[in-house]
């Protein structure tokens, strides 16, 4: 996220903020979704309009009782120090049913959210049921489909997305698989998707074993080296 969109700010802690990168504030968008209004990053609000109108088609009744807790909060992820909320570029929403917000950790899910994870997974946004600390209330947009946008100029000039760089504050599966591979050679992180201190503690300590810059971020001659692909 930071490599393709950039910082939404220069400091976070778990209070929602506003974002203060000019860039990103003339992507932000405030648009009637259906069931609900929402202000995020302009794509991400377009593809919700769609992912919702499917629901409606498809699951009627979950639609009739949608809700939102918020979608651009910038922030720090719940619980962490580090790691920086998709939230925080409007690329993220909650949803509440029947005015309930289903809780975070609890190792259960609304019923309703379950029904239509589908419909989110097959527009491209991942569900936080998944997460390490169950959060089903959160969905948010994938990293492939970002860089699809970020290649279609949907999110500025066309070009090429750069080269994924995984760095502290990111967060997600590609953060899961770097752990999982670290683990196999040594280590003893605890595998939950969040790029903090510890996780770059020892991709430096790896980095100069290997004879890398140990600048922390896992590139790809750091991802080549730990045969990520």
Not at 152 to 174: H, S, Y
Not at 190 to 214: E, I, K, N, S, Y
């Amino acid at each position: 996220m930071l490599s393709l969109l950039g910082n939404p700010r220069d400091d976070y802690d778990t209070v929602c903020r506003e974002i203060t990168n000019p860039s990103l504030r003339a992507k932000i968008r405030l648009q009637d979704v259906g069931p609900f209004r929402v202000r995020g990053i302009a794509p991400a609000v377009e593809s919700l309009e769609q992912v919702l109108i499917d629901v409606r088609a498809e699951v009627p009744d979950v639609h009739a009782g949608l809700g939102t807790a918020g979608m651009l909060c910038a922030r720090l992820v719940r619980g962490s120090t580090s790691s920086i909320s998709n939230h925080s570029w409007g690329t993220a929403i909650d949803l509440t049913l029947d005015g309930v917000l289903d809780q975070r950790g609890d190792g259960t899910v609304q019923e309703g959210l379950a029904r239509i994870a589908p419909i989110f997974n097959r527009h491209g946004w991942f569900w936080g049921a998944a997460f390490r600390t169950e959060d089903a209330m959160h969905f948010e947009v994938s990293d492939q489909l970002i860089r699809r946008w970020h290649g279609e100029g949907r999110l500025g000039v066309g070009r090429a997305a750069p080269a994924m760089v995984l760095n502290l504050g990111d967060r997600g599966p590609e953060v899961v698989a770097l752990q999982r591979r670290l683990n196999e050679l040594g280590a003893s992180l605890v595998v939950d998707g969040d790029f903090g201190p510890a996780t770059r503690a020892v991709v430096v300590a790896f980095q100069a074993q290997a004879g890398l810059v140990p600048d922390g971020m896992v590139g790809s001659r750091t991802s080549e080296r730990l045969g990520l692909g």
